[in-house]
């Protein structure tokens, strides 16, 4: 099969991009042609927000993007086109030079971009639905897209002139979201049920489970404040039993929270940089726990993934996608998001029980082998191609 693949990377590398890359090589391992479209948010680099606006036309409909990818389908002629991003520089038009030239189209729902201009359905450390179903003014009003009124009214202009062109219901033939949770939001917000499939993330390569208990208490991922590390700082000041915690991240909340760890006094919390792959798998085998204190509703986190494949057990907020990927007792615990004593509670009670904890990892790897090996994840993608292409050449 002969697959075209298009995504638009983003200017702080992250979970999304990891994962179309796992995708690209577990095709390409089993065979398939695989034809890339790439743009990235790196074209903006240095780019006043006052001149961003001003490409409001080429956000809502890049004409550029439309007749580069046009061009490739008529070269390449691929079965399908698998669209994971288009967000800045692509646009929708890339929907349009598809059904134009009459190939499937399977779109992988990441986020929330489609229901919420801020994408995180967060506001103020908390969840918010407020522009879901298309009411965008309070995301405008709060400028919840880079803290800017204006860029997130650019945001809107794009998802409601889409949706007056019904772009979403009729561009698009298949979509893959990544959780049950996930795709009862897109429903709820407008997208055909019919047209939506469930695959989660996986990893390309087992990295075998961890054979010891664990030192410390760790936390991956990008600082910023819907990743709810402050929540994690306060509640570690709270423990009555003292564990070290480990943060592997960059984000533009460093320097605040370091302030945060001098202000608490807390003496066994180290934040580390980001690092190779391998090395944070690493640090997973030598943690006790993964911790994942997000206050927004996640996609489907790779960190819990590689954490299941270690055998390491995952604390997390109970929300959204989190709470449906671990559960509650069986692969990991949950605590109440936000609140930083019900997380130290849990954390406490993990550490009085030694042997629930290593139980826990367990059941969090043989979870990882039943659900999120490359070939559990290759059967699936495959029946969503087939179905997706059959559906296209019946309509």
């Known amino acids: 099969m002969k697959v075209t693949i298009i995504h638009n990377t983003y200017q702080q590398p992250g979970g999304e991009d990891t994962a179309v890359a796992e995708e690209t090589r577990l095709l390409e391992s089993r065979g398939h042609k695989i034809v890339s ?39 390449e002629k691929p079965d399908i086109v698998h669209i994971h991003n288009t967000f800045l520089m692509i646009s929708p038009s890339a929907y349009e030079a598809c ?29 918010c639905e407020d522009c879901i179903g298309g009411r ?28 007056f062109r019904r772009t979403w219901n009729r561009s698009v033939d298949g979509y893959v979201a990544l959780s049950e949770f996930a795709r009862g939001k897109f429903i709820y917000g407008g997208l055909p049920a019919e047209k939506i499939y469930v695959k989660p993330n996986f990893l390309s390569a087992d990295p075998g489970p961890k054979n010891a208990p664990g030192e ?14 402050d929540i994690l700082l306060s509640a570690w000041a709270l423990l009555k039993s003292p564990m070290p915690l480990v943060i592997i991240g960059d984000g533009p909340l460093r320097q605040s929270l370091n302030a945060q760890i001098n202000s608490l006094g807390l003496k066994n919390v180290t934040i580390k940089s980001w690092c190779p792959r391998d090395d944070v798998l690493d640090a997973m085998k030598r943690a006790a726990v993964l911790v994942m204190p997000s206050t927004w ?23 959204g996608s989190m709470e449906e990927i671990v559960s509650d007792g069986g692969t990991g615990l949950h605590f109440n998001p936000g609140e930083p004593a019900d997380l130290a ?48 050449a019946f309509n």
């Open 37 to 75: 479209y790439r743009r990235s948010n790196h074209e903006l680099d240095g780019m006043p927000k006052t001149k961003l606006f001003f490409r409001v036309k080429d956000i809502v409909h890049s004409s550029s993007s439309k007749r580069e990818v046009r061009d490739l389908i008529r070269s």
């Open 99 to 127: 059904q134009e030239e009459g190939v499937p189209v399977v779109q992988t729902l990441h986020n929330f971009r489609l229901l919420c201009p801020g994408v995180y359905f967060n506001r103020a450390g908390a969840v």
């Open 136 to 163: 965008f003014w309070s995301g405008i009003r709060h400028g919840c897209y880079r803290d800017s009124s204006a860029m997130t009214a650019a945001v809107a202009l794009m998802l409601k002139f889409h949706e």
């Open 216 to 229: 410390y208490a760790l936390f991956v991922g990008r600082l910023s404040p819907e990743k709810g590390v």
């Open 297 to 319: 509703y996640e996609g489907f986190p790779l960190t819990i993934v590689e954490s299941f494949a270690c055998g390491t057990p995952v604390v997390c907020s109970r929300l």
């Open 345 to 392: 509670d849990k954390i406490d009670s993990v550490l009085t029980k030694t042997e629930w904890l290593a139980a826990m990892g367990r059941v969090a790897r043989r979870r990882y082998e039943e659900l999120y090996t490359a070939e559990k994840n290759y059967t699936a993608l495959m029946g969503i191609y087939e179905q997706t292409i059959a559906t296209k």
